[in-house]
């Protein structure tokens, strides 16, 4: 049985906190920003990542106004960014649809690469 969305996020989230290069990486992708959100809407459930400071969180619910928000199944997420699908395929197919600064996708598509070639 392949892994959620958000529990994917949440190992993530996990790796990247306790990581140097993962703090690094979001202190980084954050700037001179208070924080970045990330949002999730999937078939299953509602969360998003909140990047701040060098660490990652992940929330239950919606964000009032994140800075890009992902739609799509939780299987087509989690495939997106395990690199089991293209973004621009499941884009294509509607399979995903992104809604505010998809830059930020690159971003945490980035970061989620590192932690994922992190031994």
Same mark, same amino acid.
């Given at each position: 049985?392949?892994?959620?969305?958000?529990?994917?996020?949440?190992?993530?989230?996990?790796?990247?906190?306790?990581?140097?290069?993962?703090?690094?990486?979001?202190?980084?992708?954050?700037?001179?920003?208070? %924080? &970045?959100?990330?949002?999730?809407?999937?078939? !299953?459930?509602?969360?998003? =990542? #909140?990047?701040?400071?060098?660490?990652?969180?992940?929330?239950?619910?919606?964000?009032?106004?994140?800075?890009?928000?992902?739609?799509?199944?939780?299987?087509?997420?989690?495939?997106?960014?395990?690199? %089991? &699908?293209?973004?621009?395929?499941?884009?294509? !197919?509607?399979?995903?649809? =992104? #809604?505010?600064?998809?830059?930020?996708?690159?971003?945490?598509?980035?970061?989620?690469?590192?932690?994922?070639?992190?031994?």
């Amino acid at each position: 049985m392949s892994m959620a969305a958000k529990e994917f996020f949440e190992a993530i989230a996990m790796k990247a906190n306790r990581s140097s290069d993962g703090q690094k990486i979001m202190k980084d992708w954050v700037g001179h920003y208070h %924080g &970045k959100v990330i949002q999730f809407e999937t078939d !299953a459930e509602k969360f998003y =990542l #909140v990047v701040q400071d060098g660490n990652m969180k992940v929330f239950d619910g919606e964000y009032l106004a994140p800075d890009l928000t992902f739609k799509g199944s939780s299987k087509t997420i989690t495939e997106v960014f395990t690199g %089991g &699908k293209r973004v621009g395929d499941a884009m294509k !197919a509607w399979e995903l649809v =992104l #809604v505010g600064a998809g830059h930020e996708g690159f971003a945490l598509g980035r970061l989620i690469t590192a932690m994922m070639l992190d031994a």
